[in-house]
């Protein structure tokens, strides 16, 4: 999903602190967020962000995907560009759940700088 058309098939999860936006052409926070999209590297592209005003220390927002079906077995991953930067930025946490158990599989912490980067996280 590049959210060009909303959250595509995610979803924001009703029992946290907050909802992810789409929004596109920055965030309207001076300092924080991207002046651009990554996947068409101009302001026209959408992603979603959180406004981090809104969201104190110790508080979630969550954004969920409904359930995938593994394609390639042990070749699978979860890719995702992420954008981290500004003055007390917080983190993202990955969850997988599988078979009822959920599983931390990635964690990234504050700030990244002012540009895009990539997440891969194999999926077994």
Not at 78 to 93: M, P, T
Request: hydrophobic residues 30%; contains cysteine.
């Amino acid at each position: 999903c590049d959210f060009q058309v909303g959250l595509c098939s995610w979803r924001n999860v009703e029992d946290d602190d907050g909802d992810w936006i789409v929004s596109s052409n920055g965030t309207g926070n001076m300092g924080s967020g991207p002046s651009v999209d990554h996947t068409y590297g101009s302001g026209y592209g959408n992603y979603v962000h959180l406004k981090t005003g809104d969201m104190e220390m110790g508080k979630t927002a969550k954004l969920e995907s409904q359930e995938m079906d593994q394609i390639n077995g042990d070749g699978d991953c979860f890719q995702f560009w992420y954008f981290l930067h500004g003055s007390d930025i917080g983190l993202i946490n990955v969850y997988i759940e599988h078979d009822g158990e959920v599983d931390e599989v990635s964690l990234i912490d504050g700030d990244r700088g002012n540009v895009w980067r990539t997440e891969r996280i194999a999926i077994t």
